[in-house]
């Protein structure tokens, strides 16, 4: 892959507050074109890693490559490139829709109205009300809208929609996923729920106490990941250093194991892993540094 | 950005124009008034209250009818602080507050730019309203200046370059505050609380020490001062008096003590207090700033907050700038 194919690039990215450390060691490389999914759970350092990538914040360490530049140096060109959504979908809440999208419009080098309000009509949006009078769903719509119009090569969403319900959940999810369908867009997008990211996403990035778990094709991870469940035994198995995770019940041994290739030993039977057990048992890894394992771009 | 300046911030402009608007016409309505009691202009009448007759009753007039104004205007050396605080407050605090600052950084204009525009139309928009302001205001005091001078409190902070030194003191602070503090209320009152904590000290202790005080001393005159009428005295009216009493021959500065027991002594001798300071050779003195340093003090003090205002843009721009906000 050269250097454009990456939607995102970071190499040893860590920032720092003043409580201490949010992000470490954070090397990622992430293709361009489809859906990728950053997973962890709350205060794993997703929104820092997301303000990072579209360079709200500054990396206390290492570099972050966006589209093969580097974002720190935020000139129009480099932020027209990419659109964010942040966490609750900030609006200015006493502008009109209108004014929303004069806004975007007068603050961007391009900036699709036409698009912008065709997708809110279709949604029955009416421009004229005010922004703070919509419901939360319609607000994320009139913010989504207001990203996509911008024509970003690369869209990153802060949980998206963790603060809506059910119905609005969908239809935001069926809006997003008809403009990936669209094409031209990558979408990097986070979320502390695992569940229908199966549906929706490519890749996945696992984030945990400020580290890097897990990423790779989610395919592949499943491809390369097993169940193997057999009778109860409390010797080491992980020869290999291939176990993830072991559970023991009163009678059986389950093992979370990565290398797919390794045979079931007699008696052991091997079963496909869901990707929300796969992403659960990552999570309850106790945090070592440089743990995280690789998959998908390498492959 | 102008468009977008002028919808976000529009609310602030609109009210504070509409308030210096009507002080500016209610001062217009009354201020008219006070300069008819002056016929020739407020100006001729300088320095004549004791001496010429017209200009005497038309002082007089000016303050029975419009006295009242005058010490209701003390109070307004606030409204550039109003005006400064209010639109330097919501700038980055109420962004901040809201998430915005992540929808408004995350355009094509580079957020330096942003900050560059913000900073310069809304300190432009505190620089004209307080301009305005204290054009009605200093017109209006004129019939007033004619009688005190402009070294007075509720002159010198009302006049001048100075108000306007103190709509960007408060600017600065309240930009500051809100992007520390992300709030944009508590920034409002950072900035308030810092102007009155600032001016204080300046005006009683840092104001009188601008420059060298001139010193006067003569001998107490045997007809007393009061019967001085038709000699220009020096330190006139207009004249920034910071300390004056009584010396004794030598020059050495009595205190009130030592002048009650003079005056005590007088009293039992039957004599005129005059006569016997005057015997004694007791001197009058004055420690004062003469009135053509109106402008030079100006200049001091509006610099003074202007450079403090300066430095904490600077530490805004500077963290904006490091991406720390």
């Known amino acids: 892959m050269t250097a454009t194919e990456f939607a995102l690039r970071t190499d040893g990215v860590g920032k720092r507050y003043r409580r201490g450390w949010a992000l470490r060691d954070c090397t990622l490389a992430l293709p361009a074109g489809g859906v990728i999914a950053l997973v962890g759970p709350n205060g794993a350092g997703k929104t820092t890693l997301l303000r990072l990538v579209v360079g709200l914040l500054a990396p206390s360490t290492g570099t972050v490559e966006v589209l093969g530049h580097d974002v720190t140096a935020s000139t129009p060109q480099t932020l027209s490139r990419v659109g964010f959504l942040a966490q609750d979908h900030p609006l200015y809440k006493r502008f009109t829709v209108a004014e929303m999208l004069r806004f975007g419009r007068a603050c961007n080098l391009r900036f699709d109205q036409g698009l912008a309000e065709r997708r809110l009509a279709k949604l029955g949006i009416p421009l004229d009300r005010k922004v703070g009078t919509l419901s939360g769903g319609q607000q994320a719509q009139v913010a989504l809208a207001l990203a996509l119009a911008k024509r970003p090569h690369l869209l990153v969403l802060d949980e998206p929609v963790a603060s809506l319900d059910p119905l609005a959940r969908h239809e935001f999810l069926q809006v997003l996923m008809g403009a990936v369908a669209e094409g031209g867009v990558t979408v990097l997008f986070s979320s502390h729920v695992v569940h229908e990211l199966e549906r929706v996403c490519d890749h996945l990035v696992v984030l945990n106490h400020g580290r890097v778990t897990l990423t790779g094709d989610i395919d592949t991870l499943l491809a390369e990941h097993r169940l193997l469940v057999g009778p109860r035994t409390a010797t080491d198995l992980d020869r290999a250093g291939a176990v993830v995770e072991a559970v023991h019940s009163d009678r059986h041994t389950t093992l979370l194991v990565r290398d797919g290739a390794i045979p079931a030993a007699p008696g052991w039977q091997a079963q496909p892993v869901a990707l929300e057990d796969l992403v659960l048992a990552y999570l309850r890894r106790p945090s070592e540094p440089s743990a995280a394992v690789t998959s998908g771009v390498a492959a | ?325």
């Open chain 2, 1 to 325: 950005m102008t468009w977008l300046i002028w919808r976000q911030h529009r609310t602030e402009v609109c009210v504070l124009g509409l308030l210096v608007g009507m002080f500016g016409i209610a001062l217009l309505v009354l201020g008219t008034q006070a300069h008819d009691l002056f016929p020739g202009g407020p100006a001729r009448c300088a320095g004549e209250a004791g001496i010429n007759e017209a200009c005497a009753a038309s002082f007089r007039r000016l303050d029975e009818e419009h006295g009242y104004v005058e010490n209701l205007l003390a109070g307004f050396y606030l409204v550039p602080v109003v005006i400064g605080a209010f639109l330097g407050a919501p700038l980055l605090a109420r962004e901040l507050e809201d998430g915005t600052w992540q929808l408004a950084w995350t355009q094509a204009v580079p957020r330096m730019r942003w900050l560059a525009a913000k900073l310069a139309v809304l300190a432009g928009v505190a620089v004209t309203l307080t301009g305005m302001f204290t054009a009605v205001l200093t017109w209006f005091r004129q019939p007033f200046d004619a009688w005190e001078g402009r070294f007075q409190y509720d002159a010198f902070d009302l006049e001048g370059l100075v108000p306007v030194a103190y709509a960007l003191f408060a600017f600065g602070v309240a930009t500051a505050a809100g992007a520390i503090l992300r709030r944009s209320l508590p920034a409002f009152g950072v900035a308030f609380g810092a102007f009155l904590a600032a001016r204080m000290p300046v005006a009683l202790l840092a104001r009188p020490a601008y420059a060298t005080p001139l010193t006067t001393m003569e001998p107490v005159p045997v007809g007393g001062s009061k019967d001085q009428a038709g000699h220009r005295s020096v330190p006139s009216f207009a004249d920034w008096m910071i300390e004056h009493g009584y010396a004794d021959a030598t020059g050495r500065r009595l205190s009130w003590t030592e002048y009650y027991e003079l005056e005590g002594a007088a009293n039992r001798a039957g004599t005129n207090l005059n006569q016997f300071l005057h015997a004694r050779g007791i001197q009058q003195f004055g420690v004062y700033h003469p009135a053509d340093r109106f402008w030079t003090f100006q200049l001091i003090e509006a610099a003074l907050f202007i450079a403090v205002a300066a430095v904490l843009i600077g530490v805004v721009v500077w963290r904006v700038r490091r991406r720390m906000i």
